[in-house]
Nanobody
Framework: VQLQASGGGLVQAGGSLRLSCAASGRTFSSLFMGWFRQAPGKEREFVAAISWSGGSTYYADSVKGRFTISRDNAKNTVYLQMNSLKPEDTAVYYC????????????????????WGQGTQVTVSS
């Protein structure tokens, strides 16, 4: 199983980025996918997640209304569209997968995810 995250970069506050996470080695369409982020000196935190069908999405309160998670099962890829970026969004962003989402508390918990991508750096300047 491999997850390859890409799309990070340096952007000014108020700008946008789209992250991608390409999966290989498993049946992507059956996987529950999540995005997490980790800033220096901080714990990894939940950002967004999406069910296998795309019918259910979940967001951290800090990104709700600014970020959108989506997936294309034909391309084995999950996306994170990030708009109205703020300096506090600066972090390494990771995608991860697991077999099912479960209750919201488990959706938001990193250790319940099985496989992780390598991370992509997002830096938002003020």
């Amino acid at each position: 199983v491999q997850l390859q995250a890409s799309g990070g970069g340096l952007v000014q506050a108020g700008g946008s980025l789209r992250l991608s996470c390409a999966a290989s080695g498993r049946t992507f369409s059956s996987l529950f996918m999540g995005w997490f982020r980790q800033a220096p000196g901080k714990e990894r935190e939940f950002v967004a997640a999406i069910s296998w069908s795309g019918g259910s999405t979940y967001y951290a309160d800090s990104v709700k209304g600014r970020f959108t998670i989506s997936r294309d099962n034909a391309k084995n890829t999950v996306y994170l569209q990030m708009n109205s970026l703020k300096p506090e969004d600066t972090a390494v962003y990771y995608c991860a997968d697991k077999a099912s989402g479960g209750p919201l508390t488990l959706v938001q918990t990193p250790f319940t995810y099985n496989y992780w991508g390598q991370g992509t750096q997002v830096t938002v300047s003020s």
